[in-house]
């Protein structure tokens, strides 16, 4: 199925793969470095965003994760694509 999708689809995947990338690498910098509160603040604030851009995106163009990460619309949604990692 090629199903034309909003821009807006792919701002906001766009963001939430840098969101990622920011997180991953802090996460790579607190592994070796524990005690550094201003990377954990960083950290917690970027969790928080992701979170909050990962349920925009969710409730306009259903969900992101599968196996009860991500809840789903009425009905069911899970099956329409493009998925999220086939765009």
Known sequence: ??????Q????????LQAIDFVL?????YLD?????????EQFNQYA???????KRFEVQFGPLL???HSYSRYPWDWKEAPW????
């Open 1 to 6: 199925m090629n199903k034309q999708l909003p």
């Open 48 to 54: 928080k965003i992701r979170k909050q851009c990962a």
């Open 32 to 40: 070796t470095h524990p005690q550094d509160l201003q990377a954990i």
């Open 24 to 28: 991953v690498e802090l996460t790579l």
């Open 8 to 15: 807006e689809y792919y701002t906001l995947l766009e963001e």
């Open 66 to 68: 599968q196996f009860g």
């Open 84 to 87: 999220p990692w086939q765009v």
